[in-house]
């Protein structure tokens, strides 16, 4: 199982060298572009269809967010316990690759049901980055950025489409099979996108405490906590498996973005994900196979 598991996802991994080999050798000409086609076609592309064609129940919305918010009150409060990098240890460990890298392991273990319910985890992310944690890191909260990402248009747009009963499969062939056509793309594209942000970020600091520290509450703490609430509130299934695996994803790369905006220590949470994004090769095949065995 083991093996199989990881043979599942290691592919991803691939796609994501290959981004991150094509970064470091081109790196001043692809960036710009690339993060634009990401943010405005391929994220929404996959958001709608798939929250289209698996529209989740608003106590499924409600389960998942009541999951997040506790996982991100418990590390604010862990993080007070450290004198310097407080909000290092905070940032890294509540925000998730949950889309660029959470919806291809999910959909190559699980798929596409899992996937949708990846999405639903991305977008409790998303409120939670955008509109939340700035306020735990010092500044003003401003909601009206979460209303600038295409990305929730997306998704608000294939939730009610899905709830009315109206599927996009229904459009002209001609232009179902454009949709499909980029969905089909989208994953992979994103990968290779992981791969070259990554690339962009640096290790020339001496960093190796903070460093485990980082690894060790993302990639095994986040997602225990996320297995204790599940068990306990009774999430079963799929459901819980992919509430626990998204937790286990690697520190998002936005949370680089976000650290520089704010004034932040923006070096050492690239160092973060750098080094989360690396090991998660490696745990998270282990989560996969014990939610197997846990759920079901």
């Known amino acids: ?45 996959v958001t709608f269809t798939f929250i289209n064609e698996y529209t989740p129940s608003l106590s499924t919305l409600g389960e998942f967010g009541l999951g997040v918010a506790i996982i991100f009150v418990v590390f604010y409060l862990y993080s007070r316990l450290f004198k310097e990098k407080k909000e290092v240890i905070h940032i890294t460990a509540v925000t998730a690759n949950v889309g660029y890298l ?52 997306a998704l608000l747009a294939g939730f009610l489409t899905g709830k009315m009963g109206w599927s996009y499969r229904e459009l002209p062939e001609w232009i179902v099979d454009a949709v499909l056509m980029l969905k089909q793309s989208a994953i992979p594209y994103l990968l290779l996108y992981v791969g070259m942000s990554v690339s962009r970020l640096k290790l020339s600091r001496h960093l190796s405490r903070v460093g485990g520290i980082i690894v060790v509450n993302k990639l095994f703490l986040a997602p225990l906590l996320a297995l204790i609430f599940a068990m306990v509130y009774g999430l079963e299934g799929l459901t819980a498996k992919v509430f626990v695996l998204e937790t286990a994803m690697p520190a998002a790369v936005n949370a680089v973005v976000l650290t520089s905006a704010l004034g932040g220590d923006s070096e050492t949470v690239g160092y973060g994900v750098t080094l989360t994004t690396f090991f998660a090769i490696f745990t998270l095949p282990i989560w996969a196979v014990l939610l197997e065995k846990i759920f079901g």
């Open 102 to 153: 959470g919806y291809p392991i999910l959909l190559s273990l699980w798929g596409e049901k899992a996937l949708s319910l990846g999405v639903v985890y991305a977008t409790l992310n998303i409120i939670m980055f955008s509109a939340v944690l700035p306020m735990f890191l010092g500044e003003k909260v401003n909601v009206k950025n979460l209303f600038k990402l295409p990305y929730i248009y």
């Open 1 to 45: 199982m083991l093996y199989t598991t990881f043979t599942a996802i290691i592919p991803s991994f691939l796609i994501i060298l290959i981004g991150y080999t094509v970064g470091k050798v081109f790196s001043r000409e692809v960036m710009g572009l690339a993060s634009k086609v990401a943010i405005w076609v391929m994220v929404p592309t």
